[in-house]
């Protein structure tokens, strides 16, 4: 399985950016989806995921400016950013749960995408 991220660049503050990823092979279903982030010098942190009903659990720093969504026709995950500010700086990663026919959850990581958010 591989995950394709893209969408990401450098936006002013308030500004907005799309980010897509794109899950790929042989996927018998997929669990949960989400991104996370991280800020230079931190550690990754959640920012939202996404379930396979379509429940949403979101960062507080990020509720209400940043919205996840999946399609699950095309494996792809979601995630509109408004009103970005600068400390939404970071390289966003997505993560996809896959499950196997026997039922068994395998976690896998897009490549990180970078987010620049600056006057």
């Known amino acids: 399985v591989q995950l394709q991220a893209s969408g990401g660049g450098s936006v002013q503050p308030g500004g907005s950016l799309r980010l897509s990823c794109a899950a790929s092979?042989?996927?018998?279903?997929?669990?949960?989806m989400g991104w996370y982030r991280q800020p230079p010098g931190m550690q990754r942190e959640s920012v939202a995921v996404?379930?396979?009903?379509?429940?949403?659990n979101y960062a507080a720093s990020v509720k209400g400016r940043f919205t996840i969504s999946r399609d699950n026709a095309k494996n792809t995950v979601y995630l509109e950013m408004n009103s970005l500010k600068p400390e939404d700086t970071a390289v966003y990663y997505c993560?996809?749960?896959?499950?196997?026919?026997?039922?068994?959850?395998?976690?896998?990581w897009g490549q990180g995408t970078q987010v620049t958010v600056s006057s």
């Open positions: 993560n996809v749960v896959v499950i196997d026919r026997l039922g068994t959850p395998r976690s896998y």
């Open positions: 996404i379930s396979s009903g379509g429940f949403t």
């Open positions: 092979g042989i996927i018998f279903s997929i669990g949960n």
